[in-house]
């Protein structure tokens, strides 16, 4: 065979199959960029909103810490009172009984009982209503923190309106308190 100058018509087969791996693998490396690209962007959406709730909870969780402290301060103060009023209930009824003594040696016994009577059932009502009322506070006060300690059971608009009827039961304490207070007085 001799050689030619001529060239062939016909070009080499090889070239074809090596441009369609670099578009391949072209298409391949895009398709992954855009893939990466979007999960990044999915992934700083669901940060944001994550960061969001965060902040959300903390400013909740610091409202009920600051009511819990309160509600335990009142308890507190209410328990205190509790004591304070048992101990003056005892002092009223030895009072009573020394008033039952000396109102017996005046001579009018009979007038004296009836008052002395009047007197230590007015005295003996009132400390009962204290008593009772203190307890009901205390009770009421105990309820609501149980409840604060594990809040997010329970609605907020119901966990608000017992926190207004446990005020009320404490008030209604204290209005009892004075009311023995003056009792005491006479």
């Not at 230590?120 to 309820?143: F, H, I, T, W």
Request: charged content about 25%; some cysteine.
């Amino acid at each position: 065979m001799a050689l030619t100058d001529e060239s062939p018509t016909t070009p080499p087969a090889p070239a074809a199959p090596a441009r369609s791996r670099r578009r391949w693998l072209t298409v391949l490396l895009a398709v992954v960029l855009v893939a990466t690209l979007a999960t990044g962007a999915y992934l700083a959406v669901l940060a944001r909103a994550w960061s969001a709730r965060a902040d959300v909870l903390d400013t909740t969780a610091t409202d009920l810490g600051r009511r819990l402290a309160q509600t335990e301060a009142d308890l507190d103060q209410r328990s205190s009172d509790l004591g304070a009023v048992q101990a003056q209930l005892q002092t009223a009824q030895d009072r009573l009984v020394q008033l039952a003594d000396e109102k017996a040696q005046t001579g009018d016994d009979r007038e004296a009982q009836r008052q002395l009577a009047a007197y230590q059932a007015r005295v003996s009502e009132a400390a009962r209503a204290v008593a009772s009322a203190l307890q009901e506070c205390v009770r009421g006060q105990e309820r609501l923190i149980g409840y604060l300690k594990d809040q997010e059971r329970y609605d907020p608009a119901s966990l608000a309106g017992f926190e207004g009827d446990v005020t009320r039961l404490c008030d209604q304490a204290e209005a009892a308190n004075t009311q023995l207070q003056r009792e005491l007085g006479q």
